[in-house]
């Protein structure tokens, strides 16, 4: 009897932030699949049997996890923040749509369970940035070329969009953020509202908001969500002294009446 697979988030690190869909599904399973590092963050109590793997062996762990179902397991595929956000859903699904996928997979069933993303996570740290539009891109070249990822910013930029960018640099490709800076650089001022959130939900968790200029040396790394404002978003300074940043709801044109 084919089993099934449930993909799910445990937002960005937190237990605070993991849903109760999630954790339900979490104490339902046999078995959870996931990349090591996230797997680790699953509450201890959970007993299902654990399927570690390296972050880059998406396409194997998604196999893995539908093999796993098809023998009648309850499989959940474990992502950080919203599983369906640059994470295992499409993965899975993928796998699902493959020229020849296995019969033996015909009667697992699938499910995504949402999660809180880090750009979300983020954003509620510091406040409002993501009060009006937003996009959200990452600046990883492993699974579409730069070129891509560079008419992108430039599009969203010049659509005035609050822009989360997931991914900003790594030790293989440090020059991408100044270069994705740069193309932002020409529809937006030096001065706009950046917010820098590090390991939110995790120990050790730092928000910073900065100015476009100074995001190429604020020290930005993988583990960092970078906020990119609109020519609206702004920096208010609360009574207690704590500097927030927010993206009012209304654009300018809009009639008051």
């Known amino acids: 009897m084919s089993g ?4 799910i988030g445990l937002g960005p690190g937190d237990a605070g932030t993991l849903t109760p869909d999630a954790s339900s599904a979490l104490d339902g399973a046999t078995d959870l699949v996931g990349y090591s590092t996230y797997l680790d963050m699953v509450p201890d109590h959970v007993a299902a049997t654990r399927h570690g793997s390296d972050n880059r062996e998406e396409a194997a762990r998604a196999a893995a996890a539908l093999d ?3 023998d009648g397991r309850r499989v959940v595929v474990v992502s950080s923040g919203d599983p369906g956000v640059f994470a295992m859903a499409a993965a899975v699904l993928e796998q699902l749509d493959a020229p020849e996928p296995p019969e033996r997979w015909s009667d697992v069933t699938v499910e995504v369970l949402p999660g809180v993303t880090a750009a979300q996570a983020t954003a509620a740290r510091a406040g409002a940035p ?3 539009d937003f996009a959200v891109i990452s ?5 579409k070329p730069w070129p891509v990822i560079e008419r992108r910013l430039d599009a969203v930029a010049a659509a005035d969009l609050v822009i ?7 030790r293989a490709r440090p020059h991408q953020l100044s270069e994705a800076v740069d193309v932002l650089l020409r529809h937006r001022a030096p001065d706009t509202v950046v917010v820098l959130g590090r390991d939110v939900g995790r120990p050790g968790e730092t928000i910073r908001i900065v100015s476009l200029a100074e995001v190429p040396d604020a020290g930005v790394d993988m583990r960092t969500v970078v906020i990119v404002g609109s020519s609206q978003t702004r920096r208010l300074t609360t009574s207690d002294g704590s500097v927030r940043a927010y993206t ?3 654009y300018p044109g809009v009639d008051e009446a």
């Open 130 to 132: 993501l009060g009006h």
């Open 164 to 170: 989360a960018l997931y991914n900003p640099a790594s």
């Open 139 to 143: 600046l990883s070249d492993n699974l």
């Open 68 to 70: 796993l179902a098809a």
């Open 4 to 7: 099934s697979v449930t993909v």
């Open 248 to 250: 009012p709801r209304r």
